[in-house]
């Protein structure tokens, strides 16, 4: 596997990680922000070590990045594209063909900025370099999520994201021991859509 080139987009001052900015949270804390209603304009792209293994996956990447970035021109915007779409600099599984990633270049160009990226709603925001180790971070999740009176979809979800962008494989008892119920539980409030995003996270793992 290819060390992700992240430094490139760093020497670039590429965005690619934004709080939400209309959203405010309902209670800050040293080690980050709960949103209790949720948010979706949090974008935290390259934070886990999973890498890109869809075209699916890679144009909605290149979307946020367009996105967040509009000092970007289509020529800068390219080059970019075709940095991360390139497999050898570490942020994918695979390297698009030319033809195909233009298309996809082409297509990102006629959005309109004005409308955000599809995205996953957020509750818990984590700080970045808070020291906070996986379990720690862990029982925050369960603390705030799961003294919540009923386990629900959002609540699953959002633990299974802190999951993934530790880099640790998704479980039922891993879910259950978080927000701090029976397997029994899980196993019961997982729909299709959450079995179906569970599989595709630790497939990237």
């Known amino acids: 596997m290819s060390h992700r080139k992240i430094e490139h987009l760093n020497d670039n001052r590429i965005i690619y990680r934004r709080l939400p900015v209309s959203d405010k949270p309902s209670h800050s804390f040293d080690w980050g922000y709960f949103y209790e209603d949720g948010t979706y304009e949090f974008y935290d792209l390259f934070k886990s070590k999973a890498l890109i293994n869809t075209y699916k996956s890679l144009r909605w990447h290149l979307r946020v990045i367009w996105y967040l970035n509009p000092q970007l021109n289509l020529e800068e915007f390219s080059k970019l594209a075709e940095f991360i779409a390139n497999k050898n600099n570490g942020f994918t599984t695979f390297t698009m063909p030319p033809e195909k990633l233009k298309n996809v ?93 569970k599989n595709i996270l630790n497939e990237k793992i």
Do not use: W
């Open 105 to 197: 270049i082409r297509d990102i160009n006629k959005t309109d900025l004005e409308h955000p990226p599809n995205n996953k709603q957020r509750k818990i925001i984590f700080k970045d370099f808070t020291g906070l180790t996986l379990h720690e971070k862990l029982t925050i999740v369960g603390q705030l999520i799961g003294k919540q009176s009923e386990i629900d979809s959002s609540k699953i979800y959002e633990s299974m994201l802190l999951i993934n962008h530790e880099g640790k494989r998704i479980t039922i008892k891993l879910l259950a021991d978080i927000l701090n119920c029976s397997t029994r539980t899980i196993n019961r409030k997982m729909n299709d859509q959450l079995k179906q995003e």
